[in-house]
């Protein structure tokens, strides 16, 4: 159960589907913390919010930055490199984050941001807010995503917000240079951690080229990803790959938000479910962009089956059987991942990501916390919870993305 010889959940999605759905996972991924960060300064305040946000990227990125690269074949310690892992990475969704990148050699390159959706959310906050994100969180959390490819890269601004003036743009501007002379930065003690998880350790399906389309990354970085361009079993790695980091982010998360309440586990876990309700809502709209559904409750079992809740398939154990769902002891259990926070008892998130679909939609979960099964009913239309209209906030919920062509911007 959860091994390798599982089929992906998304293989029987359609090459176009699966174009149309990947760059909304990556998206998704970056809406997590549009979810928990509201929460965490209820919790903590602004500052420690902050600080929380450092320590849970610092303790995933290096970890899913590799596995990328291992993945589509395009390990280095290059800034090609640093820049084709920031295209796949929910740090950085395409487009929502549009960061435009120039490599000068090996060593020095650049890259500013035409459009900053995350600036777009905080910046209505104020300017203590923006700095917090723009400086405090973004310094070490760069370093923290370069040193999965040099621990000697260095990420440094070039201009940042808060804007001045207030339309200014590029909204950012920053440059990445390598240099065995600059101190080499080191993983974290929560990354070292989470590198121990299930989900930092689980094996995919590898790429099986042939079926037309783009199987790798290797070769020149590209100015944009276009999706379109690879192949139906790339494509299904990449989701699958996406789904674990937000797994992996979440456990940074987790480990963040506990170590600042080691004497209120429920307060913490009340975080941790709180986040999740709001983005598994948000999650579900986003897929039915990509992904198009019958509003039957057979139509809300598959769109469950798609959540990264429940993906992927090697790491999470559930198959479907019309409207019902089962979900059976797995390796995102060990990890106490997203599926753990779903049980009989705590049915909120399942029916956020449900009513995405259909207002009126609600689920009935009969088991144990590890092993049980789901039919999605029909009830009367139910009010939003507030953790999505939180999240919703976010203009990422709502936003669009638009056809964009791959052109080579570094010859190798």
Known sequence: MGNVEERSRYQALTRD????????????????????????????????MAQVAIDEWAAASPIYTRRMQRALGYQGDDVVTIFKGLQLDIGAPPQFMDFRYSVDDLQHGAFHLDHCGALMDVEPMGA???????????????????????????????????RVPSDRTPHCA???????????????????????????QVELEPIVPGGGGRDDYSGPLLSDLDFADFSHAALV?????????????????????????????????????????????????????????????????????????????????A????????????????????????????????QAAVR????????????????????????EDAKEFDEVAVTRYSTGAGFTFEPRRSLPLYPV
């Open 356 to 379: 995405a679909l259909d207002p009126a939609f609600d689920v009935e979960v009969a088991g144990s916390s590890e092993a049980w099964s789901l039919q999605v009913v029909r009830g």
């Open 174 to 200: 920053w440059t990445v240079i390598i240099d065995p002379a600059y101190p080499r930065v080191s993983a974290t003690a929560e990354c070292l951690r989470n590198s121990e998880s299930r989900a930092a």
């Open 128 to 162: 203590e807010y923006v700095r917090a994100m723009c400086h405090d969180i973004e310094d070490p959390t760069f370093d923290a995503t370069a040193v999965a490819t040099n621990p000697h890269a260095q990420v440094r601004p070039i201009h940042r917000p808060p």
């Open 17 to 48: 589907e699966l174009a149309r759905l990947v760059p909304e996972l990556l998206l998704i991924g970056q809406l997590i913390d549009r979810s928990g960060m509201a929460w965490c300064i209820g919790a903590f305040g602004r500052d420690e």
């Open 237 to 317: 790695r990449i989701a699958d790959e996406v789904c674990l980091q937000m797994h992996l982010l979440f456990n940074g998360f987790r480990m963040a938000v506990e170590k600042r309440l080691p004497d209120a586990p429920a307060d913490a876990e009340r975080l941790a479910l709180r986040t999740l309700i709001g983005i598994a809502g948000i999650a579900s709209e986003r897929i039915m962009r990509a992904v198009e559904l019958p509003r039957t409750s057979e139509g809300a079992a598959r769109l469950l089956m798609l959540h990264p809740i429940l993906n992927p398939a090697a790491y999470v154990a």
């Open 319 to 350: 198959a479907r059987d019309g409207d019902r769902v089962e979900v059976r002891p797995s390796l995102a259990h060990e990890d106490r991942a997203w599926l753990s926070l779903c049980t009989p008892d705590e049915l909120r998130p399942l």
